[in-house]
């Protein structure tokens, strides 16, 4: 039995923060100790251009984020850890489906309509200022899934919607050429992964400039978590824990008996900058076995680059095979081989006969296009040699055992004889090959 296959890319666009940390990171490195599952990990740096056009940050934040993979535990030996633009099976199955996908589904990605939103209600034209890099998004997303047929694709509620158009993506291409290439992904979205406010209370976010990097030298990481927002309660006062940004991401780290504890203290009255103390000591035990190396790794940067080099090889063991079959299945084929090809092609997609049992005790056939249209369904019959002999009359005479059978025969809506006979023809063409 094949393994599931969990498939997750992180955009190098920014310095990782505790929100990813614990939101995504975390959980990831956990979930990828698991023996049964697969894992992918790669760094989108393809998609780091769609909303970053400052080389330095690209590259900074590249480093950055396969370093704190690393430094967090992620073991690279049984994961597949890479980078998006290392495999060049990426973007050529991004035009792949580019050509599968309608302009329309495209037109109703959340990401785009938010951009033409926002240019409608200040009176722009609709597209101004969208990039046809942002419009793609999705298609290249649907590839970097779809290469290595992920089962599973872990991600943040915003995402769901890609996930949905890379299974449209998938089934079109199988369904177009003709056979299994794709096997439809499903969105993973954890509800129990709590969301962490930033400095400000709003979530923390790289966009809202309000994050704590998960590498902030201690004495920053201090600083920072100072600067964490409050009230204005006295020591003494007792404090809310609902809407106290610092107790959520104390929840973040902590355990529940800590949680509990840190509670007790809220209702007591504990002083902010104390409170705060406790939060930095809680967060600091947990980030400070990694930092070193962290540190080391961003110190060595041609490390970083063998470990991602040596994941792009294992990736592309799976990637170039799949994306030759790919190129066979379009018609990018090599031509001295082209006859053999179009054979193979034409058998993938043919329809089929079915013969099954129903629960009414009797037995049935149906004709169903490559395309899983419906072209003839039998009535019932009692036993499943008058099926078989039915068939067989129609795959010897065509259209005139059509003609003779039509009372064994349901009528189907949309389906009429031309249709079926052209099935019937391409199955005795195939046949005599
Ligand atoms: N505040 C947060 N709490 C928990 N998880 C988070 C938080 N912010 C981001 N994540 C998770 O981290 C991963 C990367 O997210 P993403 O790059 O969108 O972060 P971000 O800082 O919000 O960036 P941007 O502002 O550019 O959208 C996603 O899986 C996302 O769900
Ligand atoms: N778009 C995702 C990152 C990403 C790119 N390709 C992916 C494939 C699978 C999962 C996530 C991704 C994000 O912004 O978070």
């Known amino acids: ?44 740096d393809y998609h780091a251009l769609i909303k970053c056009q400052d080389p330095e940050r690209v590259q900074r934040s590249t480093i950055e984020i396969a370093a704190s993979w690393l430094a967090a535990g992620l073991d690279p030996e049984h994961v597949t850890f890479y980078r998006q633009s290392d495999i060049p099976e990426i973007p050529e199955l991004t035009w792949f489906l580019t050509c599968v996908t309608g302009k329309g589904l495209l037109n109703r990605a959340h990401a785009y309509k938010a951009a033409v939103d926002k240019n409608n209600a200040s009176g722009s034209e609709p597209d101004d200022g969208v990039t046809a890099g942002l419009f793609m998004y999705p298609v290249l997303m649907g590839a970097d899934i779809l290469i290595f047929n992920a089962n599973k694709v872990p991600v943040g509620r915003d995402q769901v919607q890609h996930l949905e158009m890379a299974r449209d993506m998938a089934s079109s291409f199988n369904h177009i050429y003709g056979g299994e290439y794709f096997t439809l992904p499903e969105a993973v979205v954890e ?79 504990i002083a902010w900058g104390d409170a705060k103390q406790i939060l930095f000591e809680r967060i600091d035990r947990e980030i400070a076995p990694m930092r070193e190396r962290y540190e080391y790794l961003i110190a060595h940067p041609a490390e970083l680059e063998e470990i991602l080099q040596a994941g792009a090889i294992k990736a592309r063991k799976l990637a170039t095979p799949l994306l030759q079959q790919l190129r066979g299945a379009v018609g990018i084929r090599n031509l001295a081989q082209a006859s053999k090809a179009k054979t193979k092609a034409a058998k993938t997609a043919l329809p089929q006969f079915k013969q099954y049992r129903e629960s009414d005790g009797q037995f049935y056939f149906k004709l169903v296009a490559a395309d899983g249209q419906l072209l003839l369904q039998s009535l019932g019959f009692t036993a499943p040699k008058e099926a078989g002999q039915n068939i067989a009359r129609l795959q010897r005479d065509g259209a005139t055992a059509l003609a003779a059978i039509k009372p064994c025969l349901q009528t189907l809506d949309g389906v009429n004889d031309d249709l079926v006979i052209q099935a019937l023809e391409q199955l005795r063409e195939a046949a005599e090959q």
Do not use: C, W
Request: hydrophobic share 35%; proline share 6%; net charge neutral.
């Open 1 to 44: 039995m094949s393994t599931t296959r969990f498939l997750t890319g992180i955009t190098p666009s920014g310095t990782p923060h505790l929100g990813n940390y614990a939101g995504m990171m975390r959980p990831a490195i956990e979930a990828s100790r698991d023996k049964n599952v697969e894992n992918f990990y790669f760094l989108a």
């Open 191 to 269: 509800e129990s992964v709590a969301t962490l406010p930033g400095l400000d209370g709003r979530k923390m976010s790289k966009s809202y400039n309000n994050t704590i990097p998960l590498f902030a030298p201690r004495e920053q990481l201090r600083k920072l978590i100072n600067s964490i927002t409050t009230d204005s309660r006295a020591p003494g006062e007792a404090k809310e824990v609902e809407g106290s940004a610092l107790f959520q991401i104390y929840q973040g780290f902590a355990s529940e008996e800590e949680s509990a504890a840190l509670r007790q203290q809220y209702a007591e009255g």
